[in-house]
């Protein structure tokens, strides 16, 4: 039965919600169903997990690029038909893991892996694992940056932290390629944000015909956008100076564009973490307000993620995470060490600015 | 013989990661509309700019979510992508996959889509990359029908609710966070798919404080593991660590020579609330002031695990920044059993929802209105009383809003009197 074009509410079904994930887990998943011991990462990305009855799962996860394409997505799944009896899963992280019941069969599901270079295996315990990160230039409508390809050049240049587990701990970097986030990168050890820099144009012209003006001033959370006419049509202005370039106005109104090759611009926030061990979940701070949007291998921005990154990976203690450490010696030290410049604009000037401010004379002389 | 030259791309096939170029190449050879993604995104690439156009409202009827409307703005040169939506597949909780269902769902992609996926978006979706408008009835009959799967959420809804793997591989899980999220996703269908909220709202499960699933960033209500008796000690395993016969946190720090484990750095000093001791034989600890970090846990996954009493935290109004800054989300109830039918988790959902909806601006997130209106306005809504845990500290300013009622006397005075009193 095939949908029939003239009569589309016949035999519709709606509202199923998904399916079932218990129709989807390999029989050793199974049947240990809650009854886990404990786990141990053999070596990077390699994980067994030891069941109460005694049996054991062996996890390979590899990396993906989270844009994947039906034929890459079948590649897998021959591996998984091959090795895993069919099954197979993605983490939160978008890597893909291949699970065996044996150890024995472990050897070969490996090489099968190794065999393809689209599959680097990897992302365990303290190193840096998958870039979450948003659409860009593939397929979204806002963005300041391509998400894709900054994600692509960053981790060709952190690979050996994706392959190994060297760092205090560990790293977690998102991108999101404007203010909207979609991905949680206000709370990443380190987050790349794609930021505008120029108020939105106002298209004068088609404002009333395409958008509802009143909708486009409410959305401005800084009062920056008033109602004005323009050539006798009813229109808006926009103050530059109280615009923060969140692009909610644009949301709201095509008519209101932000982009602008010549402006738009990385931000570098550094020192989130989601996770309650140790210290609270945190979010990630702006310790480089502006970098280069420069394609195809954003040279500038690679370099400054690295640098973050080893500055750390040799200064902190084991166990603590980017924030922590940062915390720990004083952000003072954290840009001295890390050899970033400090200026105005990392000092918060928003809603919840006056938390971050300093008030007290305990402080580090640079 | 690719359709457009794309020096900017093929940059891009070079190095260690895997590359989304060199897998959409090989796509284009079967799906031709990919040469025309390929052409637009190199020309991004050049101009540094997006070249999708503003929104485009499209849809399956009855729903207002699953379908984000795409369309190129260079459609002349583009044909291939001048439209160009997204399918939002509602993803099996933990996304443990058969290839049975994974081929079929490929299969209708290759008929009717672009061939190019997000295996997954941020929110957790299977996310089906690249359509045109005349193929979404059909890809959702198809996915109803023959797949017996669905859409998930998009725009002002309650967005495809997403949790860690939760017990199926992880031996920290306090709750089935499968079982939770599949369960209230069937449950909530409508407000999944039709809009009705001021903007989005987003659950997520988490089985333990670790929140692989970043529950305490994102989600407007999140759910997360916890117990509330006794860590389990298998002292003789806790040796072993101190031994140095087992690595510690599971070998997860195992490329690089830290030296010799050291309980009490390691462990006992970094504990956050200090309740732990070890006197060389023994591990002890004062659980009534555990804060259940997990570190210790994490540390020494062999010889100590979470206690038997285990159930979840709710915690209400995270976001990311647009529109009023960020937020963490807020304690609201420390531990709640979360167990089918999950009947008093509903009820305080449905209060939020209630209250939210009636006072909620457009577009403001539930954290925001929490915030605007303070906490005492919502406790009040959810009829939630509160507690010290709500607090990281108390009020450091005393202009409490005390309510009449709770005034001796009430507000009604006798001025006449006053003056008597006091004259002017």
Redesign the interface.
Known sequence: ???D?KN??K???????????E????PV?KKN??K?????????GILM?KAESGDE?Y?VRV????????????DA?KI??KHCE???????R?N?EF?VDNKSKLEPLKADLKAN????IGG????VTNI?H??????????AI?A??I???V??DL?KH?Q????PA?VRIAL?CC?????????SDIAILGFHRKPPFVQHEVISQICEIP?AI??C?TGAIKPATVDGKKSVSVNGERCMF?G?C?TMC?AM?L???EA?CVVIMVG?K??????A?K?SKVVIPALP?N???WPEVVAAVRNILETYAKNAN??ERIGEWAERIGWERFFEKCNLPFDVKTIDD???AYDTLRTTTQFKFS | MAKFKTP??D??E???????????K??AK?KPELED?LGQ?EL??K?????????GIVGV???GGGVIG?YSDMPKEFPGVAH?H?VRV??????????????QL?EI??RRGS??????????DMVL??TTTDQL??IF??L??D????LGGSGSNLRTP?C??G?????W?CF?T?AAC?HM??HY??EL?RPAFPYKFKFKFSGC??????A???SDMAFIGTWRDDIRIDQVAVGAYVNGEL?P????????D?GKFDIVK?VIN?C?SKCMSWDGKALKINNKECV????CI??M??ALRPGLDKGCSILCGAK???????R?ATLIVPFIKMEPPYEEVKGLIEKVWDWWMEHGK??ERLGELIGRVGMREFLKAIEVKAIPQMVKEPRSNPYIFWEESAVPGGWTRDLAAFRKKHPL
């Open positions: 039965m095939a949908y074009p589309p509410m035999d519709r079904i709606t509202d199923i919600g998904p399916r079932n994930y129709e989807f887990m390999p998943i169903f809650g886990w011991l404990y786990h141990e990462i053999l070596e990077p997990h799962v996890t990396a993906a690029a989270r844009l994947m394409s039906i034929e890459l997505i079948r799944m998984a038909d069919g099954c197979l899963r993605w983490t939160t978008n893909i699970m270079p689209m599959f680097p365990t315990g303290a190193g979450v948003t659409q860009g230039w593939i397929h979204c409508h806002t963005p391509d894709s390809g994600v692509k050049s981790m060709d690979f994706f190994s587990m060297d760092l560990q999101a203010l909207n986030m979609c991905g949680a990168v206000h709370c909708l409410a959305a959370p969140c909610n644009y095509p564009p982009m602008d090759a738009d989130g989601i996770s309650n061990r140790i210290s979940p979010f949007s394609p195809p291998r084991k166990y928003y809603t919840l | 900017f791309l940059e891009l070079k190095g260690p990661w895997p590359s989304f170029v060199t897998d959409i090989r796509q079967t993604l995104v991004s690439y101009d540094k700019e997006t070249h999708w156009k503003h929104g009827f009855g729903y795409r160009f997204t509602n993803q099996p909780s933990g996304l443990y996959y058969s290839t049975k269902y994974l081929g490929m992609w290759e061939g190019l996926t997000n295996m997954h978006g941020s929110t957790g990359l690249g009835e059909e009959w198809e109803t029908h797949l017996n799967t669905d997403s860690c793997l017990m199926s591989r992880c031996e899980a089935d499968q599949h996703t069937n269908q409508d798919h404080p670790n929140d692989c699933v970043a305490i960033a994102r690595k946190n599971a070998g997860a720090h195992s490329g690089r830290w390691e970094l956050p259940r970090c997990m570190h994490n540390v996954p062999r990311a920044p647009i529109l009023e800054g960020q963490l457009n577009r």
